[in-house]
């Protein structure tokens, strides 16, 4: 039972276009999200988070929008550059709680 | 300032041979995570120590151990090593309180 689903694979965007990556969730104590970066061969690194007080945060080119009566979040990048080629990992934690449960990954692929 | 670091990055064992991997942080951060990532699964989380001395099971603990070693290091252990253990092991720790998680560059494990 996969309490957070990245439902899209892969997502191809040409460059300066906004790439949108999804994430849904099924667990309603998950009070923290964020979203990691990863290249092949490397781990993974930390992009942007939010807090459920929240329902957006900002940081460059990068937003993520958080509404939580659809138990769903997006990462929006804008505008997208071939480095950001990469898969990206949305993760939540619950609470007080130091775990996170991590999506199953998207691959972005930002076209020149 | 090195960051999370693991040994090996690479290792081929076969069925019911142990080894240990290693991880070393030198961020000074109290909480340390080992997680194995498969195709399309995401990051599990396998055991993760909050603190020097504590370890606690996570998602996928069976056919491991670990040892928190002392601040720094958080080893993972296979006693008898099984195929379904072929994966990319990941450690990462955080400062307590802090949500953000740093990731090593991983260690790619085949068990023929």
């Known amino acids: 039972d996969q309490q957070v689903k990245q439902n899209s694979p892969s997502l191809s965007v040409q460059e300066g276009r906004i790439s949108i990556l999804n994430c849904d969730y099924t667990n309603s104590m998950f009070d923290y999200f964020l979203w990691y970066k990863k290249y092949p061969a490397e781990g993974p690194t930390f992009l942007i988070s939010i807090s459920s007080i929240k329902d957006k945060n900002e940081d460059g080119r990068f937003t993520v929008f958080l509404n939580k009566s659809a138990k769903h979040l997006s990462l929006h990048i804008v505008p997208s550059q071939p480095g950001d080629s990469a898969v990206y990992f949305c993760a939540a934690r619950p609470g007080s709680a130091r775990q996170l449960t991590f999506g199953s990954g998207t691959q972005l692929t930002v076209l020149p | 300032n090195a960051g999370v670091t693991q040994t090996p990055k690479f290792q081929v064992l076969k069925t019911g041979q142990s080894m240990t991997l290693q991880c070393a942080q030198d961020?000074?951060?109290?909480?340390m995570y080992w997680y194995r990532q498969d195709p399309g699964m995401g990051l599990r989380l396998i055991y993760y120590?909050?603190?020097?001395?504590?370890?606690d099971k996570g998602e996928v603990p069976n056919g491991y151990n670990v040892s928190r070693l002392n601040k720094r290091e958080f080893s993972l252990r296979l006693e008898s090593a099984a195929p379904s253990q072929t994966s990319v092991y990941f450690c990462?720790?955080?400062?307590?309180?802090?949500?953000?998680?740093?990731f090593g560059p991983g260690t790619r494990l085949l068990v023929l």
């Open positions: 990462a720790s955080s400062e307590t309180g802090v949500e953000t998680q740093y």
């Open positions: 120590s909050a603190s020097e001395g504590t370890t």
């Open positions: 961020m000074n951060h109290n909480s």
